[in-house]
């Protein structure tokens, strides 16, 4: 899959990228360009195209020098900062602790991307969540189903990284499997804190963010697609992604009450 920008209007653009698995299998990767005002935008998630991709984002952004900050959403993917940290130079560089951690060499500013601080900053052009019930950075490497997820609301457009996954069969068996439809990322068991009521407030969260982000019109989600959505769509979507996971919650509360 080769890298490309897709104008999804009203001023936000979703990058898709690759990322090869033993360098064979490109389940993709994403990242997203919001233009908060008329010269000024906000990477979402680092990811450093290549070929006349990159040309397009500099071109759109002034060679990347009105590009204000890039927000680093996912606490596991850390591959693309430094790449894209020297693309944006002029960014403000935020991220998780984990994103911190291991890349301490980067500039990266005191707030991070889960906290209020950076949400209200940029509260008038992005709704932001966090998963309830759920460690934002697990302690297991091999966990990765907690993000930021992010909801662009002038364009109807949900960033969200691994916490909803869709399209991930490849073509052609994914020619077969009908269109993509919102699923949760099949970590959510070792994700749940192991603490009683952990499932319930996952659930709660999914339910009030089904309700509240029900105007979505679209959901960029790593790593394969952009998900198209009709009236209703988000809400139905997620709602039904919640009754498929109700096995692996049901048993978290056998487990941990």
Known sequence: MADKLVDLGNGFWSIRGQFRIAGLFDVGTQASLV????????????????????DAVLALTDGGAAVEAVLNLHPFHTRHCAAVSGMLPKAGLYGTQRHKRVCPQLDWQAQTTDQEAVWTRYGEHLAFSVPGGVDLVSSSEHVHFASVLAFHRRSGTIHVDDTFVAGLIPPPISWLAGDPRLRLHPTLGGALRKEPGA????????????????????????????????????????????DQAEKTLAGHERRYG
Do not use: K
């Open 199 to 242: 499932a319930a407030s996952f659930r709660e969260w999914l339910r009030q963010l089904a309700d509240e982000w029900n105007d979505a019109r679209q959901v960029c989600v790593a790593h394969r697609c952009i998900l198209r959505l009709g009236p209703g769509g988000f809400r139905q979507q997620a709602l039904a992604a919640l």
């Open 35 to 54: 233009e908060i005002e008329a010269g000024r935008f906000l990477m979402l998630d680092a990811y450093e195209p290549t070929g006349p991709t990159r």
